[in-house]
C-alpha cells in the first residue's frame, strides 16, 4: 500500500492504491476543502505534489506517484481557476510513495489573507459548510420527502449525518431541485443542538456570506465577508436613524418611557437600518440576500435590547438589570432582516452598562490574552472602557455623548468631505491652519483654496474638535479649566455674548467657530471618560495594592481610530504614559464581531473569556462624581504630565477667576461642615 504525506500538516499514513488524494486526506484527517463532493466541479481540493526525495519521511516521491491528468481535470473550467502545478484532489490517484501540499487556498480553515478589518491571527472556523449534492429522480413506488432526499444525499454523497433541515430550507427545496435540475448546493450549519440545514440554492453555489455588524448609538457599520476565505467582500455604514429621538442612550430610554410605543419605533427604526445595510453590501459585491447566512451583531446593552425588541427601561435606572447577559440566536427576519436564510448570533453583554461591543473589543485586542496590563478604550457616544491583562480585567462605560462625534459642537459634523479633521495654530500670533478632508493640503498651503472651492469647509469633525481644543489650551487660549481668555489681543478671539469664542475658519464657506459652549461639551465628554478610567485603576490599585503601569492604551472606534495620540493627553482622555504606548486600533468592536462570525472557535473564546471580567457600574460608585471633577482640567487638576510634558510645552496651570470662586467656596464649606481643627 503506498504512503502519502501532506503537508503543511505532516499528516501521513498508508492508503489503497488508487485511492484519490481527497479521499485519502478524509481518512488521515487532513483539512482539504471539497464542496462537490469529488466531481471536479469546485476546485477547492487542488493539492501540489512534491517531487523529490524526502529523507524526513523516507520517501522518494516522483512523477509518476500520481496518476496522469485525466479527461476531468483536462477540462476543469470549475469555479476557482486551477493554479500552476496544481492536481484536483478528487481526481488525482495514488500510485506510489508521494509528498502533496495543501495551499492555504484549498484548506477549509484557512488563515486570512485578504481584509479591510483587521482579522490576521484567526483561522477560518466558519459555522457553516456547504455541500453539492445531485439528487435522483422519485418514482411513483418511492417518493421520500425533500427533506429526506436531502439528508440521504448529505449521507451517501458527504458521508455528513445531518438530522435537521431548517423551514426556511423546506420551503426553498422543491423549487431549487426544479431550478437546479435536481442538482443542489446545501448550507449546513454546523453549531447548535446538532447540525441543521438551513439553506437549498439550486445548481452549484461556491460561497456563502455573513455580515458583522457594530450596531453604535450614533453610527451603524456593517461588513460582508466569506464564510470560507475570511475575506471582507463589502463594507457600508450608516447615521443611526434613532438619533432623531435622542441623541445619547438615556435620552431614548427617556422616550420609551414617556412615548406608548416608543419601543417598537426605536426597534423598527434599528432593524430597518441595518436591513438597507444588508442590501447595500449585497448590491456592492454583487451577491443575493440568499446567500447570507448568519449576522454577528454587537453592541452596547441599550442598543442590542432594543434592536431584539426587548424593553430597554431596566436599563436606564440602577440596578441596571439585563434581560439576558448571554449570546442571543435568532432567525434574521424576525427581527427584520430580509435574508430568508440567515439567523442573527448576538454577542453576550458583560453588565447594564457594559455591551456586547465591549465583548467584541476584548476578543479583538485580547486583554485576556496578555502578560501586560492594557488599557483598552472604545471611544463614542457611550464610552466602554477596559483594563486587565491575562490574569484579571475590569470594564466599565462612561456616558460621554455624542460631543466626540460632532454633535453638540455648534460647527460639528460628520467625518465627510469638507470637515476640518487636522488643526494646528500658532503660539504667537494664535492664527490657526487646518486639513480638510478630501486634501492632503494645510490650508496656508498653495492649492489649498482651489481644494477649499471644490471641497467647501464646511464644519469640524471628531478629531479635528479634539485638536482644536488641544491646540487652543497649548497657545493659550484656554486655560487649564477651559475658559476662554478673552482678554488676548487676537482677531481670533472673540465676543460671543457674556464669553468668547475662537475664530477658525472665515471666508472658504460658513465661519466657523469654537465657542464657550463647545469647549464645555469637550470637557464634560473627556471628564466622563477620564474618570471611568481612573476608577478602574483605583480598583486595580485596591485588589493589588500598586497602581497597573500602563504603557499599553488602545483607542477603538471609529472615532478612536482617527484621534492623534498626542492630543489624547494634552486633553487628559488618557492618563499620562510613553507617547509611543498610546495607539489606535480602529473599530475594534467590529473586528470583534467579524471574528465571532468567522471563528466558532473565537466565539466560543469571548464567551468565556467575560465570565472573569469584573464589572463595575460608574452610576453607583461613590468617588465618581470627585474623579469626574478633578478630570475637568486639562489635562487634569491632580495627575502629573511628565511624558507628555516631554513632546509639548505644557501651560503652567492658572486657575480662572471663576473656578478659583468655586474652590474658594467648596474650602468654606468644608471647613463649615468639618469644624474647627486642633
Known amino acids: 500500500m503506498p504512503r502519502i504525506v501532506f503537508t503543511p500538516s505532516g499528516r501521513d499514513g498508508q492508503v489503497e492504491s488508487g485511492s484519490t488524494v481527497l479521499e485519502a486526506a478524509r481518512q488521515l484527517g487532513v483539512d482539504l476543502d471539497s464542496i462537490c463532493s469529488g466531481r471536479g466541479l469546485c476546485g477547492r481540493c487542488q493539492i501540489v505534489p512534491s517531487v523529490g526525495s524526502f529523507a524526513k519521511w523516507s520517501i522518494e516521491s516522483t512523477v509518476g506517484s500520481l496518476s496522469a491528468v485525466g479527461s476531468t481535470e483536462a477540462n476543469y473550467h470549475g469555479a476557482r481557476p486551477l493554479a500552476a502545478d496544481a492536481r484536483l484532489g478528487c481526481t488525482a490517484q495514488i500510485e506510489s510513495d508521494v509528498v502533496v501540499d495543501v495551499p492555504p487556498m484549498s484548506q477549509r480553515h484557512r488563515p486570512v489573507v485578504r481584509k479591510s478589518l483587521d482579522v490576521a491571527g484567526i483561522i477560518v472556523d466558519s459555522a457553516f459548510?456547504?455541500?453539492?449534492?445531485?439528487?435522483?429522480?422519485?418514482?411513483?413506488?418511492?417518493?421520500?420527502?425533500?427533506?429526506?432526499?436531502?439528508?440521504?444525499?448529505?449521507?451517501?454523497?458527504?458521508?455528513?449525518?445531518?438530522?435537521?433541515?431548517?423551514?426556511?430550507?423546506?420551503?426553498?427545496?422543491?423549487?431549487?431541485?426544479?431550478?437546479?435540475?435536481?442538482?443542489?448546493?446545501?448550507?449546513?450549519?454546523?453549531?447548535?443542538h446538532a447540525p441543521e440545514v438551513v439553506s437549498v440554492w439550486p445548481g452549484f453555489v461556491d460561497a456563502a456570506y455573513g455580515v458583522a455588524v457594530d450596531l453604535g448609538?450614533?453610527?451603524?457599520?456593517?461588513?460582508?465577508?466569506?464564510?470560507?476565505?475570511?475575506?471582507?467582500?463589502?463594507?457600508?455604514?450608516?447615521?443611526?436613524?434613532?438619533?432623531?429621538?435622542?441623541?445619547?442612550?438615556?435620552?431614548?430610554?427617556?422616550?420609551?418611557?414617556?412615548?406608548?410605543?416608543?419601543?417598537?419605533?426605536?426597534?423598527?427604526?434599528?432593524?430597518?437600518?441595518?436591513?438597507?445595510?444588508?442590501?447595500?453590501?449585497?448590491?456592492?459585491?454583487?451577491?443575493?440576500?440568499?446567500?447570507?447566512?448568519?449576522?454577528?451583531?454587537?453592541?452596547?446593552?441599550?442598543?442590542?435590547?432594543?434592536?431584539?425588541?426587548?424593553?430597554?427601561?431596566?436599563?436606564?435606572?440602577?440596578?441596571?438589570?439585563?434581560?439576558?447577559?448571554?449570546?442571543?440566536?435568532?432567525?434574521?427576519?424576525?427581527?427584520?432582516?430580509?435574508?430568508?436564510?440567515a439567523s442573527v448570533y448576538v454577542l453576550p453583554c458583560i453588565a447594564g452598562h457594559v455591551g456586547a461591543d465591549t465583548a467584541a473589543v476584548i476578543l479583538s485586542e485580547g486583554p485576556h490574552r496578555s502578560a501586560t496590563v492594557q488599557l483598552l478604550v472604545d471611544v463614542g457616544t457611550n464610552a466602554e472602557i477596559v483594563l486587565g491583562n491575562d490574569k484579571w480585567q475590569f470594564a466599565a462605560s462612561s456616558p460621554t455623548g455624542p460631543a466626540f462625534e460632532g454633535a453638540q459642537i455648534s460647527c460639528g459634523q460628520r467625518a465627510t468631505a469638507g470637515a476640518i479633521e487636522r488643526v494646528r495654530i500658532d503660539r504667537h500670533t494664535l492664527a490657526p491652519r487646518y486639513k480638510i478632508i478630501g486634501s492632503d493640503l494645510w490650508s496656508d498651503e498653495?492649492?489649498?483654496?482651489?481644494?477649499?472651492?471644490?471641497?467647501?469647509?464646511?464644519?469640524?469633525?471628531?478629531?479635528?474638535?479634539?485638536?482644536?481644543?488641544?491646540?487652543?489650551?497649548?497657545?493659550?487660549?484656554?486655560?487649564?479649566?477651559?475658559?476662554?481668555?478673552?482678554?488676548?489681543?487676537?482677531?481670533?478671539?472673540?465676543?460671543?455674548?457674556?464669553?468668547?469664542?475662537?475664530?477658525?475658519?472665515?471666508?472658504?464657506?460658513?465661519?466657523?467657530?469654537?465657542?464657550?459652549?463647545?469647549?464645555?461639551?469637550?470637557?464634560?465628554?473627556?471628564?466622563?471618560?477620564?474618570?471611568?478610567?481612573?476608577?478602574?485603576?483605583?480598583?486595580?490599585?485596591?485588589?493589588?495594592?500598586?497602581?497597573?503601569?500602563?504603557?499599553?492604551?488602545?483607542?477603538?472606534?471609529?472615532?478612536?481610530?482617527?484621534?492623534?495620540?498626542?492630543?489624547?493627553?494634552?486633553?487628559?482622555?488618557?492618563?499620562?504614559?510613553?507617547?509611543e504606548g498610546v495607539r489606535s486600533v480602529g473599530n475594534a468592536a467590529g473586528v470583534g464581531a467579524a471574528r465571532a462570525l468567522l471563528s466558532v472557535a473565537q466565539r466560543a473564546e469571548v464567551e468565556a473569556a467575560i465570565r472573569g471580567v469584573h464589572k463595575i457600574e460608574t452610576a453607583t460608585e461613590a468617588n465618581f462624581q470627585e474623579l469626574f471633577v478633578a478630570a475637568m482640567a486639562f489635562p487634569h487638576r491632580d495627575a502629573p504630565s511628565p511624558h507628555l510634558a516631554g513632546h509639548v510645552t505644557v501651560p503652567t496651570r492658572a486657575i480662572s477667576d471663576s473656578s478659583a470662586n468655586t474652590r474658594r467656596r467648596r474650602q468654606r464649606m468644608r471647613a463649615t461642615s468639618e469644624g474647627p481643627t486642633s
Open 129 to 192: 459548510e456547504l455541500a453539492y449534492i445531485e439528487l435522483d429522480t422519485p418514482d411513483l413506488d418511492d417518493t421520500p420527502s425533500a427533506a429526506d432526499q436531502i439528508r440521504t444525499a448529505l449521507a451517501t454523497q458527504h458521508e455528513r449525518t445531518v438530522p435537521l433541515v431548517s423551514l426556511p430550507a423546506i420551503r426553498a427545496a422543491q423549487q431549487a431541485f426544479h431550478k437546479g435540475d435536481r442538482a443542489v448546493t446545501i448550507a449546513t450549519r454546523l453549531t447548535g
Open 217 to 341: 448609538s450614533t453610527t451603524i457599520a456593517a461588513h460582508l465577508c466569506d464564510l470560507a476565505t475570511g475575506e471582507v467582500v463589502a463594507s457600508a455604514g450608516a447615521m443611526n436613524p434613532q438619533i432623531r429621538l435622542g441623541e445619547d442612550l438615556m435620552s431614548r430610554v427617556s422616550y420609551v418611557m414617556m412615548n406608548p410605543g416608543g419601543d417598537r419605533e426605536l426597534t423598527n427604526l434599528a432593524q430597518s437600518a441595518l436591513d438597507t445595510l444588508v442590501g447595500e453590501l449585497v448590491e456592492e459585491a454583487g451577491v443575493s440576500r440568499d446567500s447570507v447566512l448568519e449576522l454577528v451583531v454587537v453592541g452596547n446593552p441599550i442598543m442590542t435590547h432594543l434592536f431584539l425588541g426587548i424593553d430597554p427601561t431596566p436599563l436606564g435606572q440602577a440596578p441596571f438589570e439585563l434581560a439576558t447577559d448571554g449570546s442571543v440566536t435568532a432567525p434574521a427576519p424576525s427581527l427584520g432582516i430580509d435574508a430568508r436564510f
Open 446 to 579: 498653495d492649492g489649498f483654496a482651489d481644494a477649499a472651492k471644490r471641497l467647501g469647509v464646511t464644519g469640524v469633525c471628531g478629531s479635528g474638535i479634539i485638536e482644536v481644543v488641544g491646540e487652543m489650551f497649548l497657545a493659550g487660549i484656554i486655560d487649564a479649566d477651559g475658559v476662554v481668555q478673552g482678554t488676548l489681543d487676537s482677531p481670533h478671539i472673540v465676543a460671543d455674548g457674556r464669553t468668547f469664542s475662537y475664530v477658525l475658519s472665515e471666508g472658504d464657506g460658513p465661519t466657523l467657530r469654537i465657542t464657550q459652549t463647545d469647549v464645555r461639551a469637550i470637557q464634560l465628554a473627556k471628564a466622563a471618560l477620564r474618570a471611568g478610567i481612573d476608577l478602574l485603576v483605583e480598583r486595580a490599585v485596591a485588589m493589588h495594592g500598586i497602581a497597573p503601569e500602563l504603557t499599553d492604551i488602545r483607542l477603538a472606534g471609529a472615532f478612536g481610530a482617527h484621534i492623534d495620540p498626542l492630543y489624547a493627553m494634552v486633553l487628559g482622555l488618557v492618563p499620562d504614559c510613553p507617547l
